[in-house]
């Protein structure tokens, strides 16, 4: 895994996907894309929050976040002291069609997470880049996982919304 994840790589769908025409089943994977990035958002915002697994903030991160206009500290009031929630992009790049989105249609399936030349503000590195390099933990950062794999929910969900246009185009034909 790089920037994202592709999720073609379930056998059982890949075997009935290639029984179907692509176009038909174009709307579904697009499905799975928006419900997959929907959730990791969600996850995305608790962890920032402190309610996940990822580890907490340095004090001298929380105090550099401190600094600054007393204007700046008043709109980040709330976020100041948010896991990887500084500035709003990598939670922002998580939208379909942001700066720093992957969303890419595949002929059996969906690609998404962090991609493309955007850079963070502030940096020379792109949003996925930096999205990478706290997901994995590089350096000095601790990791602080930002995508998983699907989960038992999202695949039941991926199945039933498979089974449900393979029906349809048979239904059709």
Not at 49 to 78: E, I, N, S, Y
Request: proline share 5%; net charge positive.
């Amino acid at each position: 895994m790089r920037n994202g994840f592709d999720l073609r790589r379930f056998d059982k769908f890949v075997r009935q996907v290639n029984k179907a025409p692509r176009k038909k089943l174009e709307p579904t994977f697009r499905m799975w894309g928006v419900r997959y990035l929907s959730d990791t958002k969600r996850r995305f915002i608790k962890n920032s929050k402190g309610g996940g697994d990822w580890p907490p903030l340095k004090q001298a991160t929380v105090r550099r976040r401190r600094r600054g206009t007393a204007r700046a500290q008043r709109r980040r009031r709330v976020l100041r002291a948010a896991i990887l929630w500084n500035t709003g992009t990598m939670l922002h790049a998580l939208d379909v069609g942001a700066p720093g989105n992957l969303f890419k249609m595949l002929k059996d399936g969906v690609r998404v997470g962090f991609g493309g030349p955007a850079k963070h503000p502030g940096s020379t590195a792109t949003i996925a880049d930096i999205a990478r390099f706290h997901n994995a933990g590089e350096g000095r950062l601790p990791k602080r996982q930002i995508l998983f794999w699907p989960d038992a929910k999202m695949i039941k969900f991926m199945r039933s919304t498979l089974a449900k246009a393979i029906d349809k185009i048979g239904n059709e034909t």
